[in-house]
């Protein structure tokens, strides 16, 4: 409190008395305070107004606390994406990464590429039910991606917990039937919304419905073992999950997904010889 504030406490009105005690206690405070009168260093502030205006031990402690936290989380995020470009996240860069990546994928492409031209072959071998049976033709695109997508959620799950060292399934034969059983669950489920879709909405004969409906829950079955399967055995192979297990069901479930319905089509559609 300066001297302009004493005067404007005296014209408000206050006793002489009041206004001597405060002056009084003024003196007995500047006193006190070391010889740069009452001044502190970091800004000119009165040491009266800054007893008043200083902030509890407690609250400092919790203001540091929090500030410390919020540190301490913006610090992750930082280092993470705080103005790090594409060379300094992604270990390795340019032509030299390039041709890593090229090296480690294309054989595995290729192995797989010679998985998926066994799709010809079978559809050679039943096509001359194909051609008295064009309906069946129709459903091949549909059961190939409904099993990739079912086997492509085991896949997932499977490799996730195997990242998680403390998620790692405790049995990969339980992993697999419990798989296995979900995707003839879905499967069945899948195939009872399908068929009467099929036969009373797009007019599909019956016995292709009830081949489409049979197969869903096979394929579904499989999809799902493969995709449970794989990532364990890879794993235990040395070899990386994530490059190999994907492509692999993927070309699994086509072969052997279209054997499997052409083969229950013929049981529901004989040739007539």
Known sequence: ISAASLLLLEAHGLPETLLREVEG?????EADEPSK???????????????????????KATANSDGGAKEQSAAPLHGHAGGMDDSAAIEGSGPRALF??????????????????????????????????????YFVPLLIGQAGNSGGQAVSTVIRALGQKDK?????LATVSLEATAGLVQGTILACATGPF????MGISYNVCLAVGTSIP???????????MLPFVVNYLGFDPAVIVGP?????????????????GSLFLPLKL
């Open 25 to 29: 206690d003024l003196r007995k405070v």
């Open 37 to 59: 009168g009452g001044r502190v260093a970091d800004g000119g502030q009165p040491s009266t107004l800054r007893r008043r205006t200083s902030v509890p031990p407690t609250s």
């Open 100 to 137: 890593g990546i090229v090296r480690q994928r294309t054989p595995w492409l290729m192995l797989f590429l010679v998985g998926l031209m066994l799709t010809a072959v079978v559809m050679h071998r039943f096509e001359k039910l194909l051609e008295r049976e064009l309906e069946l033709a």
């Open 168 to 172: 790692v399934p405790r049995s990969a």
């Open 198 to 201: 099929l036969y009373f909405a």
């Open 218 to 228: 096979a394929l579904s079955t499989l999809a799902n073992t493969l995709g449970s």
């Open 248 to 264: 692999l069901m993927t070309t699994s479930c086509d072969t052997l997904g279209l054997s499997i319905y052409l083969a229950i």
